[in-house]
């Protein structure tokens, strides 16, 4: 029999095994790949997901010269480099974002939240202001939180150190977001006077992030499971949005701790709209639906 078949079956109209461009992943092979990425990224890959994950692994896997997943498991096993692990987690997270997210959000942090924040912090001759784009993907929360923000100071924004973390694993949506160019679709959120001033088109079909804008912004490669986070000093404001749904409660309870340990008194966290914390094991407090509060000033 030939192997990379063998485990096909339809028991009782259940199939058992997904044959992709004639890949398979094999109960066994799924299992390998569903902990990797669990214990290395924290994404909860579900049995569902099955179809999924082949489905965006095989042109990898067979442009890299393998004809099972095996043979590609045991590379992933003895890469030292690491580089075939940013591979896959390239490969399997999945990076959907837009300009202007959930905008609702956007209207309370320029509403609410700046004005708080900057309030406090002039009382204390204090001007900067750190905010964490946690799981950015490709750029356009970031974009989207300094074009706010230099529209709130104004003429002030230069006194101000009020740049952004924004921070991913993804190596290709990183690459995406510090490149800055987005196709024409991408951008029809973009409130049209925001597009003048922070785009510029560049083709047909094409715009480009003003290099001032891009500036402002730290794009980094990082792990939001690190068990320690390096950062010297904590965040005013923290967004991880439309990230911990993938992630199963003990990761996400875990990560919103480590969010907590580093989020300044007084300051935000917003997760998505369709995420929530439980109340109970939740050390922010609440404050409405989707943005929480760290107690402090
Ligand atoms: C759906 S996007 C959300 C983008 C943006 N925050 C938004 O709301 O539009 C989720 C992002 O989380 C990132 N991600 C998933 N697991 C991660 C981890 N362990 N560490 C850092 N980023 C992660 C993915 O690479 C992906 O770009």
């Not at 029999?1 to 259940?14: A, R, T, V, W």
């Not at 340990?261 to 966290?269: K, M, N, V």
Request: proline content about 4%.
């Amino acid at each position: 029999m030939n192997q990379s078949f063998e485990n096909i079956g339809n028991i009782g109209g259940m199939v058992l095994n997904e044959p992709i461009g004639g890949l398979v992943i094999g109960d066994a092979e799924f299992e390998t790949i569903r902990h990797l990425i669990y214990e290395q990224f924290g994404i909860n890959l579900t049995e569902q997901k099955r179809s999924l994950v082949a489905g965006r692994l095989q042109k990898m896997i067979r442009g890299m010269g393998f004809t099972r997943f095996s043979e590609y498991l045991a590379h992933l096993e003895t890469d030292a480099s690491k580089q075939s692990l940013r591979d896959l987690i390239n490969r399997i997270s999945t990076n959907h974002t837009f300009f202007f997210r959930e905008t609702a959000h956007f209207d309370y942090f320029c509403q609410t939240v700046l004005p708080e924040l900057t309030g406090r912090l002039k009382q204390r001759n204090a001007r900067d202001l750190r905010i964490w784009s946690a799981g950015c993907s490709s750029g356009e929360e970031a974009y989207t939180l300094v074009m706010l923000m230099k529209e709130f100071f104004g003429m002030d924004y230069g006194q101000w150190d009020a740049g952004l973390l924004a921070t991913d694993i993804s190596t290709d949506a990183l690459a995406t977001a510090l490149n800055g160019i987005y196709p024409e679709e991408r951008t029809s959120m973009i409130p049209s006077n925001f597009k003048s001033r922070y785009f510029k088109k560049i083709s047909e079909d094409r715009w480009a992030v003003d290099p001032a804008l891009k500036r402002e912004i730290i794009f980094r490669r990082f792990n939001l499971m690190t068990k320690t986070f390096p950062f010297k000093q904590p965040f005013h404001v923290i967004f991880c949005r439309n990230v911990m749904i993938y992630f199963d409660q003990p990761t996400r309870e875990a990560l919103v701790q480590r969010f907590f340990e580093f989020t300044a008194p007084g300051g935000y966290l917003f997760i998505g709209h369709s995420e929530s914390l439980r109340r109970d094991a939740c050390p922010y407090d609440y404050v409405m639906p989707a943005v929480y509060r760290k107690r402090g000033e």
